[in-house]
């Protein structure tokens, strides 16, 4: 397994210096912190990420109010009761974005929420839980267990909210071609396993977060 030493000085080099570097580098929440928010919050900010794929984001913050309202403020346990002919009205509503699929995976969101709170009390004390070394444990479950968050949007819903994650964009992915931990974008398994394992080792070796690994590498790219 590479060092992440030289991962570091190339970062440095070209962000100019640590300063700037750190300066760019997300920190995320504690344990405590992601158990403190409420489930309607995530369930929000999810419902905010599925919007937000594949379109501009600024225009779907400007409805996101128009979202809380006709969504009850997110809370899980509300949205499940909505019946199919709520739903059906959210297509006539100018106030939303009508995308039927993505409409619909906010109840689907909603009910599988409630899951994850009947066994774990909230989801944040699920997600504070998650094990750092199974990263990508986590966004797998997140892709089976949840609508539309395959892809990156899991992991992107995972930064918003402040869970540690790298993320998997295309100079991280460089950077993991580039210092040997894979060959090609990573999407068989034994690859991901090795990406995993990579993460693991360089936080090991560093004592930063993922979420900063990730970041410093998609810097030393050129």
């Known amino acids: 397994m590479a060092s992440f030493a030289p991962i570091l000085k ?28 409420g489930d309607d919050r995530y369930l929000s900010q999810m419902c905010l990420r599925v919007f937000r794929a594949g379109l501009k984001h600024s225009l779907v913050d400007s409805k996101w109010p128009a979202f809380e309202e006709v969504f009850h403020g997110f809370i899980p346990g509300r949205i499940t009761l909505m019946n199919d002919e709520e739903m059906e009205a959210c297509m006539g509503n100018k106030a939303l974005i009508r995308h039927w699929a993505k409409l619909s995976s906010v109840r689907a969101n909603a009910a599988a929420m409630q899951t994850v709170i009947r066994e774990h009390g909230s989801f944040g004390a699920w997600l ?7 990263t990508m444990g986590l966004w797998d479950t997140l892709a089976k267990d949840f609508s539309q968050l395959g892809g990156n949007s899991g992991p992107y819903f995972l930064r918003m909210v402040g869970k540690d994650t790298f993320v998997l964009s295309g100079d991280v992915i460089q950077g993991l071609i580039d210092n040997g931990v894979v060959a090609k974008k990573p999407t068989a398994k034994p690859d991901r396993k090795k990406v995993q394992t990579a993460f693991n080792a360089w936080a090991s070796e560093t004592g930063r977060p993922q979420c900063q690994l990730s970041r410093i590498l998609a810097f030393s790219v050129d």
């Not at 190339?10 to 700037?20: D, P, Q, S, Y």
């Open 10 to 37: 190339r970062a440095l080099k070209r962000t100019g210096g640590e300063e700037k570097l750190e300066a760019q580098l997300p920190t995320p929440k504690t344990a405590r912190q992601l158990k403190a928010i």
């Open 128 to 134: 504070a839980d998650w094990p750092a070394d199974d």
